[in-house]
């Protein structure tokens, strides 16, 4: 309990490919070798598409019914899991974009992990002003905000 792979269920430790290093601890891994055995039917530009498709829709919530399955559910490092009618409530609940309505998320860096291929990693920095209310309660402090770099993956 209290981890992600302990709370979604079945290990993801059990679905992760691992590459052994040889030489040295720090030995890169062969990350265009691993992304070419992998057997995920949707190959890297494909998803790295589609992931940038789900976060222009709000991370699936502008269209749930169109990109979140029925059986969808989140789980993060402290909140979940969620079932889909909850997590699209939650997550359009925040109204970040009343709060910070010049937000800009700047996400870059999308690539597809080699021992989870079917995950696309990319950072964002998130930039905006707090000049709407946000959450109905919390007033605007007209403060530019500067997020630091955030590692996120679909």
Same mark, same amino acid.
């Not at 992760?16 to 070798?33: C, G, I, N, W």
């Not at 057997?39 to 530009?45: N, Q, R, V």
């Not at 790295?48 to 993060?76: S, V, Y």
């Given at each position: 309990?209290?981890?992600?792979?302990?709370?979604?269920?079945?290990?993801?430790?059990?679905?992760?490919?691992?590459?052994?290093?040889?030489?040295?601890?720090?030995?890169?891994?062969?990350?265009?070798?691993?992304?070419?055995?992998?057997?995920?039917?949707?190959?890297?530009?494909?998803?790295?598409?589609?992931?940038?498709?789900?976060?222009? #829709? @709000?991370?699936?919530?502008?269209?749930? =019914?169109?990109?979140?399955?029925?059986?969808?559910? !989140?789980?993060?490092?402290? &909140? +979940?899991?969620?079932?889909?009618?909850?997590?699209?409530?939650?997550?359009?609940?925040?109204?970040?974009?009343?709060?910070?309505?010049?937000?800009? #998320? @700047?996400?870059?860096?999308?690539?597809? =992990?080699?021992?989870?291929?079917?995950?696309?990693? !990319?950072?964002?920095?998130? &930039? +905006?002003?707090?000049?709407?209310?946000?959450?109905?309660?919390?007033?605007?402090?007209?403060?530019?905000?500067?997020?630091?770099?955030?590692?996120?993956?679909?």
């Amino acid at each position: 309990p209290g981890s992600s792979a302990g709370r979604m269920g079945a290990s993801l430790i059990d679905k992760v490919t691992y590459e052994e290093t040889k030489d040295s601890l720090f030995d890169p891994v062969d990350e265009a070798a691993m992304l070419q055995q992998s057997t995920f039917p949707i190959k890297g530009d494909d998803l790295i598409r589609l992931a940038k498709e789900f976060i222009a #829709a @709000n991370n699936g919530c502008d269209k749930p =019914d169109e990109m979140l399955a029925d059986d969808f559910t !989140f789980a993060g490092p402290v &909140v +979940g899991p969620l079932p889909k009618d909850t997590f699209v409530k939650a997550f359009t609940g925040f109204k970040v974009g009343e709060a910070f309505p010049d937000m800009k #998320a @700047n996400p870059y860096n999308f690539h597809v =992990d080699p021992f989870e291929p079917n995950r696309v990693w !990319f950072v964002t920095r998130a &930039v +905006g002003t707090h000049t709407g209310v946000m959450m109905g309660k919390i007033e605007p402090t007209n403060i530019k905000v500067y997020s630091p770099p955030q590692a996120q993956s679909v």
